[in-house]
């Protein structure tokens, strides 16, 4: 009877014989990284470079309620819908414009008390034109949406004014309410200067804050995009380096004595 030490057994693969593979497979993988990361630069520094516009707009408010939440709004900018229909009216393309503008909410004040003070809506494109015409596009539909929200808002207001100034000249034709009539005028009053545009804290239409002007051009950075795919393909060649051990030579079989 055969001693079972001489039946063969399925050969156990140890880390040595993974970093033998891809110790035998350096120069390969350092050729794929060295090619991998030059035709990702060859390919970035042909990109154009790109031009910035940034429109910051104010939120319009009512009686010191704001038209709308700005964080509600910056999700707005940025969806598919605001963008297809802002694209329409200055004829471009949907997936150019989305690729074009973001909207973003400016915070500020204390750490733990900061509040939402801006919207700032950046346009990127080829030239510095288009840049400042995509963001003024998406800045005055914006604003035109908001048109339409703060007047909804103030029509309540108004028709209170209205009544207050009817109310007004019929106590005006009775002099034995000159107390009520004071008070009506002072409620008048102060319903029309909330009403108006001359105080920005209490109601004001939504609006930029400042022109909108292009920054200078600049080149995008490669040198992300080349570390990122040397690394990629070094990770790539070396777990295929490392799998060659379990590839069996095809070959004939072997005479045994």
Known sequence: MASSNNEPHPEELSLDKYVAAVWRAKWLILAGVIVAAAITAFMS?????????????????????????????????NSGGFLKEAAAQIGVSHHQLKRAISAE???????????????????????ANDAMRFAQAAADMLIARHAEIFNEAIKPHLEQERRLDERRKELQAQPASRELLIKVEN???????????ADSNVTEK??????????????????????????????????CSAMTVH??????????D
């Open 45 to 77: 520094s042909r990109e154009p470079a790109q031009h910035r516009a940034v429109a910051h707009l104010k939120i319009g408010r009512v009686w010191k309620q704001p038209l709308e939440d700005p964080y509600i709004t910056e999700r707005v900018i």
């Open 105 to 127: 909410t400016v915070i500020a004040g204390p750490r733990r008390s900061r509040y939402p003070i801006l919207l700032s809506l950046t346009a990127t494109a080829d030239n």
């Open 187 to 197: 409620d008048l009053d102060e319903v029309r200067m909330n009403n108006s545009l």
């Open 206 to 239: 939504t609006h930029l804050v400042d022109a909108i002007s292009a920054d200078s051009a600049a080149k995008p950075g490669f040198l992300r995009s080349t570390a990122a795919a040397a690394l990629i393909a070094a990770i790539v060649l070396v777990a």
């Open 247 to 256: 590839i069996k030579p095809r070959g004939g079989a072997q005479v045994h």
